[in-house]
């Protein structure tokens, strides 16, 4: 039995975390499920990924504290590195994924949905770094993309002391796009997906790549990379398409992804 359910429509597909029983938490099974449907995607034929929590309460409401209160400092960090290597995958896919936030999203809840490319949130959604009031550091990423996805200070206060966030101070803050009520979350973000969805799955690609290559390096390095993943669009069916239909002044065909 999975812990995590895969479906496609269209060019979509939808993960959904599926642990209801422990909030979606997630234990060494959960993350190889989640692993396992990731590498089973065709992303020759998904253009982008919808990643999201069962249940109306909880996204993910952490990694598994069962699972990890007696380990060793060897193995909490071999944990950490295991949901690090997966996160960090999930990141730099090929493919935009959309995070559907649909309640708690704490621990590693909250550091899974920082790895996806866009959060929208269910106006019951909580986001949170819970762990140093259990004796341990955010491990899966948390000390790290926090503070590149909204103001260091808010972060360290949100790391150190334990402070929650609700929806609309996470929308406030960035680090979701928008707030839906819990039964327009999904329909919203297959929206979003859709329209993602429609462009130029080469461009959105090379957008995604040079925005996640060129954010942590200088601007003279990331301005080569714009120039090099820019020039990688040209001479693809879809450039061509695309500007001829601006020029003869009608809709492209759908993209082809070549
Ligand atoms: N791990 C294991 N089980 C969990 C977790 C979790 N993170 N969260 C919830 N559950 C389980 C509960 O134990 C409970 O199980 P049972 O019914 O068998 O007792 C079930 O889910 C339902 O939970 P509650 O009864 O507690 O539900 P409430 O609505 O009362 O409370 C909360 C919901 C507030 C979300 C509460 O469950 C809670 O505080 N959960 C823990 C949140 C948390 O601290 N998360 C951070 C975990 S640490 C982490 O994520 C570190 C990531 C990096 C790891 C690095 C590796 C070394």
Not at 114 to 129: E, H, P, V, W
């Amino acid at each position: 039995m999975s812990f995590v359910k895969y479906e496609a429509k269209d060019q979509i597909g939808i993960i959904t975390i599926d642990r209801p029983n422990a909030l979606n938490a997630l234990n060494s099974q959960v993350l190889d499920d989640l692993e396992a449907v990731v590498d089973a995607v065709d992303y020759d034929v998904v253009r982008c990924l919808i990643l999201t929590g069962s249940g109306e309460k909880s996204f993910v409401a952490g990694a598994d504290i069962a699972e990890m209160a007696e380990d060793s400092k060897a193995e909490g960090k071999a944990f950490a590195e295991k949901g690090n290597k997966l996160f960090r995958k999930i990141e730099t896919l090929p493919i935009p994924v959309i995070a559907a936030v649909n309640g708690f999203a704490l621990g590693g809840g909250c550091e899974l949905c920082m790895s996806c490319d866009i959060r929208l949130a269910s106006d019951n959604a909580l986001f949170g770094q819970p762990e140093t009031g259990l004796g341990i550091t955010p491990g899966f990423g948390g000390t790290q993309r926090l503070m590149r996805r909204i103001p260091v200070g808010k972060a360290k206060e949100m790391i150190y002391a334990c402070t929650n966030i609700k929806a609309p101070e996470a929308l406030s803050l960035g680090l979701v796009n928008a707030v839906y009520p819990q039964e327009e979350l999904l329909p919203a973000a297959e929206k979003l997906a859709g329209k993602i969805a429609k462009n130029a799955p080469i461009a959105v690609r090379q957008a995604k790549a040079a925005m996640n290559e060129g954010i942590d390096v200088d601007m003279d390095a990331a301005i080569a990379i714009e120039c090099e993943r820019f020039g990688e669009c040209f001479e693809t069916a879809d450039q061509k398409e695309g500007m001829a239909a601006f020029l003869e002044k009608r809709k492209h065909e759908p993209f082809q992804n070549k």
